[in-house]
């Protein structure tokens, strides 16, 4: 309903300003003489005869009619444009959530890096101790590499996320150590819902380098 | 005898190639394709170039310097060529290719496996190498011959942003065949749009972009998402690059190529040598 009625409004928005400036030409020239409702098409310039329809409408008046019919053209392009820019961005979007449940912490061992939520949301869980607090808890590892945008591989017997793109390595905490990529992992807020379930908002996102991995929404304290 | 003697001899004389060359010149059919008859003047070979909506966008009168291939090195010329190349396999291969997450790779392999002349994919991404290998050194030329100049200057930016539409036509085509290499090409490749000023949303200004508490630009409302149509290379990604790649950028490499060559003509043709 709501996109019907947006729709429907892009549209007048559009034709409106199109009538307004159709019409608005239209009066002006057959007020001026230069068009007449019989058809019949008069030479403004050169006749006596036309001389006397100018007179209808001084020439002055007939700019500022101008004036407006351009104005309203102007508005239609301008209301087209943003309308076909609005095109490219669809209201519904068939990827999955930013915001999910990750089962329970409990689930989750020690020093693990559960790899379930990799493939469909792009997040690692991690259960390991902060590296600025110390605290124990678990957090929201973005599998983005932070050097141009690949999936790194989490090596079990290295211990360490590994991307195949250009050979950034990060520890499990998601601090960068070799490779070409300038910063840490990125992590998102995680907290705890009332059913007792991990939840991972992705649409906040913490760096290390900002110092926005002291903010406690980045950090799960189990 | 004599009669039937002259009549054989008029009918062989109306047989000659001359005559039937003429009589063809003068049907009605030629004359309304063609306008001037053979072009033996200076003045009729004037008329079949403006007359021509092909050979209007060419010079009427071309430079001995200008066909020379130590001064051109043809590159403009091949450059064209490759593209009419790259449009005729690229709307061959349109019949097989469906650009949709289930088909696209296995369809690429038909191509190379299952269809008849299996080097078509082959022709359009090697004809797709070497055109932007032409453009460069088309460039290059005009550059070291200081083609630039005035009167030139304009066609010259003209040129450039044929560079970057074909630049564009290029990556927009590396998605299509959707492997790995692809994906991850144009994921890295996509994540520089992230950092457009105010329109990408780690770019600089994106933050100032608000609403009270609300930011508008975030990875679902900026300059990526709308060439990816997705918050990742997906899907939508895929069928915005088959558009763009397709549709969209030939369309606009192919008007800015007939202002491109319409220039050199009205700019004094090729630009001799310095």
């Known amino acids: ?222 | 005898m004599a009669k039937i003697i002259q009549t054989i001899k008029n009918l062989f004389q109306s047989v000659s190639p001359a005559k039937i060359g003429q009589s063809i010149q003068e049907t009605q059919l030629y004359r309304s394709i063609f306008r001037v008859g053979v072009p033996d003047t200076d003045r009729k070979r004037m008329l079949v170039m403006l007359g021509s909506v092909f050979l209007h966008l060419h010079p009427v009168k071309v430079r001995k310097s200008g066909i020379r291939m130590r001064y051109t090195w043809c590159m403009g010329g091949i450059t064209f060529f490759l593209f009419l190349v790259l449009t005729f396999t690229g709307l061959l291969l349109m019949f097989y290719y469906r650009p949709t997450l289930d088909y696209a790779y296995v369809d690429i392999i038909d191509l190379r496996e299952q269809v008849p002349l299996g080097i078509m994919r082959e022709i359009h991404r090697w004809g797709a190498h070497a055109m932007v290998i032409a453009v460069w050194l088309h460039m290059f030329r005009v550059f070291m011959t200081g083609s630039y100049k005035p009167p030139r200057e304009f066609n010259w930016n003209v040129g450039v942003i044929l560079l970057v539409l074909t630049l564009l036509l290029s990556f927009t085509g590396y998605l299509l065949p959707w492997d790995q290499l692809a994906m991850w090409a144009i994921t890295v490749g996509s994540n520089m749009a992230r950092a457009t000023p105010f329109a990408g949303h780690e770019g600089p200004g994106a933050a100032l972009v608000r609403l009270g508490d609300i930011t508008l630009v975030n990875n679902a409302s900026d300059a990526r998402f709308a060439l990816l149509g997705g918050r990742f290379v997906g899907e939508g990604a895929l069928l915005r690059f088959y558009v763009l790649h397709c549709v969209g950028l030939p369309l606009v490499a192919g008007f800015l190529m007939a202002i491109h060559f319409w220039r050199i003509r009205r700019d004094g043709g090729i630009s001799g040598p310095l």
């Open chain 1, 1 to 222: 309903m709501l996109s019907v009625l947006s729709a429907m409004a892009t549209a007048a928005a559009v034709l409106l300003p199109v009538v307004i400036f159709i019409v608005v030409i239209s009066i002006a020239m057959v007020k001026r003489g230069e068009i007449s409702m019989q058809g019949e098409v008069h030479e403004v310039a050169a006749t006596p005869v036309a001389g006397k329809a100018a007179a209808a409408i001084p020439r002055r008046a007939f700019f500022s009619w101008m004036g407006v019919a351009w104005t309203a053209f102007t508005a239609s392009m301008v209301a087209t444009a943003s309308a076909t820019g609005r095109f490219m961005f669809p209201n519904v979007l068939f990827e999955p959530p930013a915001t999910f449940k990750a089962g329970t912490p409990d689930e989750i061992q020690e020093g693990q890096v559960d790899e379930r939520f990799k493939q469909k949301f792009g997040v690692w869980l991690v259960k390991d101790i902060d590296i600025q607090t110390g605290a124990h808890g678990i957090y929201a590892l973005s599998t983005v590499c932070t050097h141009l945008g690949c999936t790194p591989d989490w090596l079990p017997a290295a211990q360490k996320f590994k991307c195949p793109c250009h050979g950034s390595g990060y520890y499990r905490n998601g601090i960068n150590f070799e490779g070409p990529t300038p910063r840490p992992l990125e992590r998102y807020a995680i907290s705890l819902a009332e059913d007792g379930q991990i939840l991972v908002d992705k649409n906040a996102k913490f760096q290390y380098e900002k110092g926005q991995w002291a903010d406690p929404r980045s950090f799960l304290k189990v």
